[in-house]
């Protein structure tokens, strides 16, 4: 790996800071003096529409940051990723999740290390593919004989928030007769609520975990098989007999993993698990096995349609020039406002309620990928990175926190997303409610962009008191992202989207996007202070005074 180029020190980011110090929005002017602005700043990229020209971005600002991707040669980089060169630097590893979606026999082949990628990756579909046939069809039956009608995805981080925002995003194309249910959290409250009222008989447990060492899976995975032996037992589909607990984890329990050898160990036999890569990234892995509890939702062919719109973006990403290219000039737009502009948040707010779980899945995307205080050569980053993602589907955001992006003293660049046609046409009386649904959609961005000046306000015969308070700045900037409807395909282009967005910030900032330090100290001193929550006097005394006192109050507390 190259060493990174100080971005701060190229001429566009000096010429893009000398810009930000007289910059001066104005969303209203630019409009009004220019009649192709919108045409202009919006773009098409596979199904969906996407409208920067609320941005506060001018013609300049996008020259000046094409050219700063060109300077931290963009291009180069992502060519490098979709050629399975090794970019995640301190893992060493290549980044390959592209190769994901790439369809069957495409030509020419790709090789990593001497390995047809290719084949590997569509070896593995198929096998999902026709295990998820028979789960479906009900070839594939629990021990009793009963085919499934519950599937349990256990898993966290990138190996549950995937799968479960998908799941929810597709609800409308899931088979009537399976529901999926996910179980992440290592506290017993979320095993317990997921199990309740779930026929052992008729469920199936995916264990997906990348490394299969993750304590909060492991934990899960355990606590569910204890459950199914005691509840098979109480219906008498088995006894105590180790061979019949055996069979009962072979029929019940699949897993998803690169670490088939930790498979074996738990149970889990061979032949029930689905193996990827370590060039998959957890936060980059519903493409891969990692999405069987979606396959066997949605079904192969979905599925597939799944795997297309990703790949449809990333070949928009891979092929087209950074002036373009639409993750590449969304991610260059946050450059803007994290960088120069002293944003600090973005917001994503999906206007459909199918895509609740989107924001969540971005914040792993993001924030995993791009929290960091120093680039892939282990030098300090020289600018602020990593903005923090957040968001909530409107309406519902609307009257929580929209007060704080209209009128706050806080810029909040914001992504809405909607689509044309609902999952569920419905209409109140003769209302189409998604068209009223969809005319705040509308409206948000505007009022966003354009406000209400102090004089409108006194049109409207306001008294003078209230005017500021009931004046909107505007000049809040948007990017509206639209689609003809929440298809599989839809969900893969904009997945393929923001992991692109993510990529590109990331080499701007010349830092390993791929790794994820930062959240092993915890798991660490997790495991070191385990003792001392449940009794050890010594473990407890190495602990500071603060955890031991917190340490106290628990064991005095706890019943
Ligand atoms: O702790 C962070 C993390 O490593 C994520 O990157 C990952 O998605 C998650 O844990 C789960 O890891 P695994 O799939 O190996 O259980």
Request: hydrophobic share 40%; no cysteine.
């Amino acid at each position: 790996m190259n060493t990174p180029i100080d971005v701060t020190t190229t001429d566009a980011w000096r010429s893009l800071r000398a810009d930000a110090e007289s910059f001066e929005p104005d969303l209203r002017g630019w409009f009004a003096r220019d009649p192709g602005r919108a045409e202009r700043y919006s773009h098409t990229v596979g199904d969906l529409y996407v409208d920067l020209s609320k941005n506060l971005i001018t013609d300049e600002t996008l020259r000046l940051l094409t050219k700063v991707a060109e300077e931290v040669d963009l291009p180069g980089r992502i060519a490098a990723m979709f050629a399975g060169e090794r970019i995640n630097a301190t893992e060493d590893r290549a980044v390959l999740h592209t190769a994901l979606r790439r369809p069957k026999d495409r030509s020419p082949a790709l090789v990593v290390d001497g390995q047809d990628v290719d084949v590997d990756v569509h070896e593995v579909l198929e096998r999902m593919y026709t295990f998820a046939d028979q789960v479906r069809s009900g070839a594939w039956t629990g021990l009793s004989g009963k085919r499934v009608r519950t599937v349990v995805n256990i898993g966290i981080g990138g190996s549950d928030l995937g799968p479960v925002m998908a799941y929810e995003a597709l609800r409308s194309y899931v088979a009537e007769d399976i529901e999926v249910r996910f179980i992440s959290n290592i506290d017993p409250a979320d095993i317990a609520a997921t199990l309740a009222g779930v026929d052992p008989e008729t469920t199936l447990f995916i264990v997906a975990s990348k490394t299969f060492g993750t304590i909060e899976t492991l934990t899960n995975a355990r606590m569910a098989r204890t459950w199914l032996w005691e509840q098979l037992a109480r219906r008498g589909v088995i006894g105590t007999e180790p061979a019949e607990r055996t069979n009962a984890v072979a029929r019940h329990f699949v897993a998803v993993s690169t670490a088939l050898d930790r498979v074996a160990d738990f149970g889990i036999d061979t032949d029930n698990t689905f193996g990827f890569w370590d060039w998959v990234g957890g936060r980059y892995s519903v493409p891969s096995a990692v999405g069987l509890s979606l396959v066997i939702a949605i079904g192969p062919q979905r599925f597939t349609e799944f795997l297309g719109g990703l790949h449809a973006v990333d070949e928009h990403f891979r092929t087209s020039e950074i002036a373009h290219n639409v993750p590449a000039l969304m991610g260059l737009l946050n450059i803007w406002y994290v960088n120069f502009l002293g944003a600090h948040t973005h917001a994503v707010l999906p206007y459909a309620q199918d895509l609740h779980r989107f924001p969540a899945y971005l914040q792993q995307l993001t924030m995993e990928s791009n929290g960091k205080g120093v680039r892939w050569d282990g030098s300090p980053v020289p600018t602020d990175t990593g903005e923090v993602f957040w968001g909530e589907p409107g309406t519902n955001g609307q009257h929580a926190f929209y007060q704080l992006l209209h009128q706050g003293t806080r810029l909040i660049p914001a992504d809405f997303i909607a689509v044309a046609n609902p999952a569920d046409p419905r209409k109140d009386g003769h209302v189409d409610v998604h068209s009223l649904f969809l005319a705040n959609f509308f409206a948000q961005t505007r009022a966003l962009a354009f406000g209400k000046t102090a004089d409108e306000v006194r049109a409207e015969g306001a008294d003078e008191a209230v005017v500021p308070a009931r004046t909107f700045p505007g000049n809040r900037p948007t990017t509206s992202i639209m689609a003809p409807a929440l298809s599989p395909s839809v969900l893969g282009q904009l997945i393929a989207l923001y992991e692109h967005i993510t990529f590109t910030q990331g080499i701007v900032w010349g830092i390993d996007s791929f790794d994820q330090w930062g959240v092993e100290l915890g798991k660490e001193l997790a495991s070191q202070i385990a003792p001392a929550v449940t009794g050890d006097e010594e473990a407890l005394a190495a602990q500071d005074a603060s955890t031991q006192a917190l340490i106290r109050y628990y064991r005095d507390a706890r019943r």
